[in-house]
């Protein structure tokens, strides 16, 4: 039984609102990963409204529930889109999206991802930057991506300066090549102060190389993690300040209550759900029907 099942028979299986029922609410939005204090205060919380608004019904506290849940999402801002953020460009001043998150959550499938969803959806021409280089096949995956949707990549070679890649796809981009860069860089470095120093650094070079230009980061995390990705996302959010996260693998897991902690403890709202490998599978995160999705509503 995956979560939305869980969620799905705990307030069928209820018939009244007793104390047990807020208790073991609470334990199930921890199975769902929204963090211990954030589920208890939830659970009490709406026990005091149930009180106060006189719902008696399971049925109208998991509408209750979905709201407070909702609200919570609010803390951040809710959804940033990048999409409506993005002024019209200027070749003189190209915007940049830098994708950011440990190994393996799905930074160069997401690149690949958002270079379709601007070019096909909002006649963009983006550039995809393999800053990635510490692993050969890092470039290959994004080189091979490149073929896929005809785009623009640039590479050098493994082992160069990360920075060094993206100062060059600015440059293609002033240059007429393009007008979006999406950079794709590593999640894995010798150690996790190294990993840090090169993505500040890239940080640094782009602040500086495109002024002006909108510059959007992104942190990916993977919702099959579950606690680990706010782990994660804290030290990021230390490093370079990310505006939004995407969360991948939200098909595998159909849970993702992580996203409530990163909202509320890091104030770091989600941009985008990604539910699956291919490049369509990616929608903008609403976070009512996240909510909604997350107490067993549809
Ligand atoms: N099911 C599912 N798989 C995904 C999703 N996003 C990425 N993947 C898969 O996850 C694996 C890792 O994805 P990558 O894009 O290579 O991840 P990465 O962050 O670039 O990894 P490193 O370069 O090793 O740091 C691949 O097999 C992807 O196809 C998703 O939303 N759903
Ligand atoms: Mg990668």
Redesign the pocket.
């Known amino acids: 039984m995956n979560f939305v099942e869980k969620i799905k028979s705990f307030f069928a299986g209820k018939p009244v609102l007793s104390d047990e029922f807020f208790d073991e609410l609470a334990d199930l939005l921890i199975e769902g990963d929204l963090g211990p204090a954030e589920a208890f205060k939830i659970g009490e919380t709406l026990r005091d409204c149930c009180k106060k608004e006189k719902i008696t019904v399971p049925e109208d506290a998991r509408l209750r529930l979905a709201v407070l849940l909702e609200e919570m999402l609010h803390i951040a801002g809710g959804s940033r889109d990048v999409l409506m953020q993005l002024p019209d460009q200027s070749v003189d001043a190209p915007a940049v999206i830098l994708l950011l ?1 440990v ?8 690149a690949a991802k958002l270079a379709a969803l601007y070019r096909d959806s909002f006649g963009r021409k983006p550039i995809l930057a393999a800053a ?1 280089t510490f692993r050969a096949a ?1 470039i290959d ?1 994004l080189k091979l991506h490149g073929e896929k949707l005809d785009l623009r990549v640039v590479a050098h070679k493994q082992g160069g300066d990360p920075a060094a890649v993206v100062y060059d796809a600015i440059e293609s981009a002033r240059a007429g090549k393009g007008d979006l860069i999406i950079v ?1 860089t ?3 470095m010798h150690t996790k102060t190294a990993l840090v120093e090169e993505l500040r650094k890239i940080d640094r070079v782009v602040e500086a190389k495109a002024q002006g230009a909108k510059y959007v980061k992104y942190l ?1 995390l993977d919702a099959t993690t579950g606690r680990n990705a706010l782990v994660q996302a804290e030290v990021f959010c230390e490093a370079v300040s990310p505006e939004a996260a995407i969360v ?5 897991t159909a849970k993702a209550g992580v996203i409530f902690s990163l909202a509320s403890v890091l104030r770091l709202p989600t941009g985008y759900l ?4 291919k490049y369509g ?1 990616m929608k903008k995160f609403d976070p009512h029907e996240f909510a909604r999705e997350f107490a067993g509503i549809n």
């Open positions: 998150g190994n393996g959550v799905g930074k160069t499938t997401t990635d890092a995956q794709d590593a999640g894995r990916v991948t693998k939200y098909d595998s990604c539910t699956g490998e599978d």
